[in-house]
């Protein structure tokens, strides 16, 4: 096939801010997400973990190690504990250059602080982190969704089908994407797999690196929606809207508007 048949432009290009606008300030903090709003993103994307407690708060890693001051794992500690850590600090250490004094002692947010926060102002791309050992993580979070009323501006993925499967039986109104790792070139979904995503997802979210323009026109054909992470340069940016994606997760929002806007 040539590439001019396969490419099938996408009708609304969405931005979705990775752990918030993560390549300027730290990730999956109200900073991060407000500066990603303010670039204007449609969704911002964020990690959800249990405390000891049972409390949904927003951190990528399974421990604090990374993000905080801290050491341990997120599932030892309880919200009052976890909500003592400095989440801001590492990221002027890490990254002089977008180093920012505000960013000093900056707390890790619970899920419920974020909706508090933004609400209506912009959709949501929750993904639930290791399920196995946040266990009811999916009712939890539902009801953080109806609580703040927000079924219609969020959408959840996972690496975890079965997580989003469980999510889907509790609230089939908000749309799923099935999150995939490829290590190799893929550039087809077989049928079947297609399938079975359809009885519970609306879209998947493939690693960037390993698909192509035939990936893209293919699952696009079957009904999905393809939203890549994650993607960072303005040439892989470019190959993306040229491919014809929904939308890719991205630290850097502005650059992809601007490709959006451009292309
Ligand atoms: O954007 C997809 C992505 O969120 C999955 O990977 O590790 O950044 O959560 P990760
Ligand atoms: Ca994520």
């Known amino acids: 096939i040539k590439v001019k048949e396969i490419i099938m432009p996408a009708d609304k290009v969405y931005t979705i801010a990775h752990r918030g606008a993560s390549g300027y300030a730290p990730e999956n903090t109200i900073p991060a997400f407000e500066l990603a709003i303010d670039m204007k993103t449609d969704y911002i994307e964020l990690d959800i973990q249990l405390t000891k407690d049972h409390v949904p708060v927003v951190i990528h890693d399974g421990t604090v190690n990374r993000t905080t001051n801290a050491k341990g794992y997120v599932k030892d500690f309880t919200l009052e504990q976890i909500s003592k850590f400095d989440a801001g600090s590492w990221f002027n250490e890490q990254y002089p250059m977008f180093a920012r004094d505000k960013y000093v002692d900056l707390r890790i947010p619970t899920l419920k602080e974020v909706f508090e926060r933004f609400g209506k102002e912009v959709d949501y791309m929750i993904e639930i982190k290791d399920p196995t050992s946040n266990s009811n993580i999916e009712a939890l979070l539902n009801e953080e969704i109806l609580n703040y009323d927000l079924s219609a501006h969020v959408a959840i993925h996972s690496f975890s089908e079965a997580s989003l499967r469980r ?57 999905l929606k393809v939203f890549p992470y994650t993607v960072n340069y303005q040439v892989n940016m470019d190959k993306a809207v040229i491919w014809g994606v929904d939308g890719v997760h991205t630290n850097f929002p502005d650059r992809f508007n601007e490709v959006i806007k451009n292309n």
Request: no cysteine.
């Open 167 to 223: 999510f889907h039986s509790i609230n089939p109104a908000v749309p799923l994407y099935q999150i995939v790792w490829y290590d190799f070139p893929v550039y087809k979904i077989s049928e079947s797999y297609v399938n079975r995503l359809k009885t519970y997802a609306v879209g998947i979210s493939p690693n960037f690196q390993k698909i192509n323009a035939a990936y893209v026109a293919q699952a696009k054909n079957s009904g």
